[in-house]
């Protein structure tokens, strides 16, 4: 088992930033890759991004590119999602998730999940 802790979510201004963070724990050594997830109100949870835990390759969504960057600091067990120009379509509860194998960016694919941290985006 894996567990995932999620931290960084807040309240912040449309332009600002926020960094989350994500520590893992339990059988590590089993992950494949980590990704975030986000889920607005009266929405389905979509992908954002995802980090390989071993290879420098790293993946998001269209509606984030360029403004999210995904990093992982192997020696800690954590993965961050770095949030630059945050706009009000970004509120959402964040979710980190955790694979054992390659797999598509699909909810149903990831094996591991954390409880969420919110982000709200005011205008």
């Known amino acids: 088992q894996v567990q995932l802790v999620e931290s960084g979510g807040g309240l912040v201004q449309a332009g600002g930033s926020l960094r989350l963070s994500c520590a893992a724990s339990?059988?590590?050594?089993?992950?494949?890759?980590m990704g975030w997830f986000r889920q607005a109100p009266g929405k389905e949870r979509e992908f954002v991004a995802a980090?390989?835990?071993?290879?420098?390759?790293?993946y998001y969504s269209d509606s984030v590119k360029g403004r999210f960057t995904i990093a992982r600091d192997n020696a800690k067990n954590t993965v961050f999602l770095q949030m630059n120009s945050l706009e009000p379509e970004d509120t959402a509860v964040y979710y980190c998730?955790?694979?054992?194998?390659?797999?598509?960016?699909?909810?149903?694919?990831?094996?591991?999940w954390g409880q969420g941290t919110q982000v709200t985006v005011s205008s």
């Open positions: 998730a955790a694979v054992r194998r390659p797999v598509p960016h699909l909810v149903a694919s990831y094996d591991y």
């Open positions: 339990g059988h590590t050594l089993i992950v494949y890759r």
């Open positions: 980090i390989d835990w071993s290879r420098d390759n790293a």
